[in-house]
Structure formats: structure tokens, C-alpha cells
């Protein structure tokens, strides 16, 4: 069985710097992927980006990179120059590749940016 | 591309009775999925299509819900005898599939057990 694990319950970040949202996941499995969404208070879940377990570089989007590393199976979402608009919850989720590919979800972290 | 829709957008219902959700996914999308989820917590998942294809459902689901995708376009998600612990945000979301899960959510329904 998967397990996303999402330590911090809730992070405070200064206007204008970096975060770092930590995410470790447990698999048996060779190929899986990885996934952040943001859910701000109106309750939308917005897809923020993406690795896969076979990919060499980690992901950018944007202001969002995800820090993967692989052999401590922890996919840790970066968010640079921090903004107002990104107060939010935040999960990490992982897609298995076993049976039906499911996707699940990790109990999310509350990002609040002070002014 | 109107993205995913989900009706109605909240309901309130009192205990005992049964409530019915519709999911309608992006229309070339053939995975959907619903997931509930709880204040402070995360999408819990709940079950999954491929097309017409219900593929799994949580083991946590009880015999009270059922799901269903007809013709592998829109999906309903039906509970029978509310409980106030049903009570919850249900949430729809669908994904081309083929290797590509990049979730797409409805805004999701709010279902109040009184």
C-alpha cells in the first residue's frame, strides 16, 4: 500500500521569499508520479506540477519546482518569491502503477504568506 | 472545453435520506474520479472509472454509496441513508489517462447531513 506523508501541518512564509512544502510517499513500485495542487479558500483544487519516477531533471513551473529525490522518496514543493495569492492548502499527491493507477492524496499543508 | 461540472453545488439533507451527485467530466477525459474530503484534511479516495468501467472502489466505502458512469460520460454518486458523518465536500475529477493523471476537479459539492 502507498502512503503520502505531509508533515507540517501549516507554514508561515514572508512575502517575497522561498518555501519549501515537504512531502515523502512510500512505494514498492518502480514508476509512479507525483503531483502538487493548490486549494485556496475557495475550495478549487489547481494542478501546480508534476514529476514522474523516471524523470532526471525535477520539474519547474513557474515559481514551483519540486525537489525530488528519489532514493528518500521525497518530492518537496518549492515555491519562490512567495505571494500574497499563495496563502493556500497545499497537496501532495502520488499516482500508483500497480493495479488501476490510482491517484491519493497526502492531508495537505496550510501555507499562509505574510505581508 | 467547459472543464469538470459538478450538481448541486451544495445540499443539505436530513438523516435517513438518500442523496444523488452528478459528475459531468471533460468530455475526452476518460478517467473520473470522486474523492470526499473532510475540513483540514485531504481528497480521500473514494472510486474510479476508466470510461464505463467502475476499477475500484475504497474499502472504506460502505454499501451505502454506489457510483456509476454510464456510457462512460457523466457519473452520479448516490447515497442511500445519510448519516451526519457523510456530511463532507465531494469531489469529481477527471483525467485523459494513458500514463497522463493530471487530475482536472469540478468545484465539488457540499453535502450538509442535518
Known amino acids: 500500500a502507498q502512503k503520502i506523508t505531509q508533515t507540517q501541518p501549516g507554514m508561515f512564509v514572508q512575502e517575497k521569499e522561498a518555501v519549501t512544502l515537504d512531502c515523502t510517499y512510500d512505494?514498492?513500485?518502480?514508476?509512479?508520479?507525483l503531483f502538487w495542487y493548490k486549494q485556496p479558500s475557495s475550495g478549487e483544487m489547481i494542478f501546480l506540477i508534476y514529476?514522474?519516477?523516471?524523470?532526471?531533471q525535477n520539474a519547474t513551473e513557474g515559481r514551483y519546482s519540486l525537489n525530488f529525490q528519489k532514493a528518500r522518496k521525497s518530492a518537496n514543493l518549492v515555491i519562490s518569491a512567495s505571494q500574497l495569492g499563495d496563502s493556500a492548502m497545499y497537496f501532495c499527491?502520488?499516482?500508483?502503477?500497480?493495479?488501476?493507477?490510482?491517484?491519493?492524496f497526502g492531508t495537505g499543508t496550510k501555507l499562509q504568506v505574510i505581508p | 472545453d467547459t472543464g469538470v461540472s459538478q450538481n448541486p453545488r451544495h445540499k443539505i439533507t436530513k438523516r435517513g435520506q438518500n442523496v444523488t451527485f452528478r459528475c459531468d467530466p471533460i468530455?475526452?477525459?476518460?478517467?473520473l474520479y470522486w474523492y470526499r474530503q473532510t475540513l483540514g484534511q485531504g481528497p480521500e479516495f473514494l472510486t474510479y472509472?476508466?470510461?464505463?468501467?467502475?476499477?475500484?472502489k475504497s474499502r472504506l466505502l460502505s454499501d451505502r454509496f454506489s457510483a456509476e458512469r454510464p456510457k462512460g460520460s457523466f457519473s452520479t454518486l448516490e447515497i442511500q441513508r445519510t448519516e451526519q458523518g457523510d456530511s463532507a465536500m465531494y469531489l469529481c475529477?477527471?483525467?485523459?489517462?494513458?500514463?497522463?493523471?493530471?487530475?482536472?476537479f469540478g468545484s465539488g459539492t457540499q453535502l450538509s447531513v442535518l
Open positions: 499527491a502520488m499516482r500508483e502503477a500497480r493495479g488501476y493507477q490510482k491517484v491519493t
Open positions: 514529476q514522474g519516477s523516471y524523470d532526471e
Open positions: 475529477a477527471s483525467s485523459l489517462g494513458e500514463g497522463n493523471e493530471k487530475l482536472f
Open positions: 468530455s475526452e477525459h476518460n478517467r
Open positions: 472509472f476508466q470510461n464505463e468501467a467502475q476499477l475500484e
Open positions: 512505494t514498492s513500485d518502480q514508476s509512479y508520479g
